[in-house]
């Protein structure tokens, strides 16, 4: 294995929505059963004298916005070494829902680009983003499915914009599972396309864990 983009020492925190969540403020406490807890059992298996303290802020639910709402007391405040945020779903369904405060396109990249600038500021910390996903294959147009296909392009360019104005790592979670379906059926990887299964999460844990390795 090459070389990690954590050090000895580091406190990395990820924060996002239900993906990242994933029942850490429950009985999977205090990193959730998902992406999360699979990397670090990955880079403890991969380089058991490193040692990492990790957080989880995910909060399901999330969109930008919240995300925006709480960054001084749930990023700042913890000066992580290093950040991952994974984002953009609940953003997009509520703007293909036409919620009153829902967060389009252009709401989103407002939104993110000044998280990002601000945890510069603050921080100046490493930072890995990694972009929304949806786990179908469906372009029919008839279907709700399609229509989030459609969409989602738009909070994918988004993420990998401000992924090369910001100087951050990304992993191009939407790439990775449209790969992965080229070989298998979407249940292989969750019950509906948003909310993965531990062969999904996993599949989410290894192409972090790709991306942060040199």
Known sequence: MGELWMRD????????DSITDCGRRG??????????????DLVTAAKPSLRVSYFNKGISGNRVTDLL?????????????RLSIKIGINDL????GGAPDSVSPERFAEVYDRILAWTRTELGCPVVLLTPFYISTDR???TF??????????YIQTVERLSVAYGTRLVRLHEVFQEQLKYRDADTFCPEPVHPNPTGHLVIAQS???ALTD
């Open 208 to 210: 972090l864990l790709a």
């Open 9 to 16: 020492g580091d406190r990395m925190l990820f924060i996002g």
């Open 27 to 40: 009985a999977e406490a205090p990193l959730g059963g998902g992406y999360v807890r699979w990397f670090t």
């Open 93 to 96: 369904h509520s703007h293909l």
């Open 69 to 81: 709402h709480r960054w001084q007391d749930d990023v700042i405040y913890h000066r992580p070494d």
């Open 140 to 142: 029919s147009g008839q």
């Open 145 to 154: 499915r399609s229509q989030v296909l459609e969409l989602i392009p738009a």
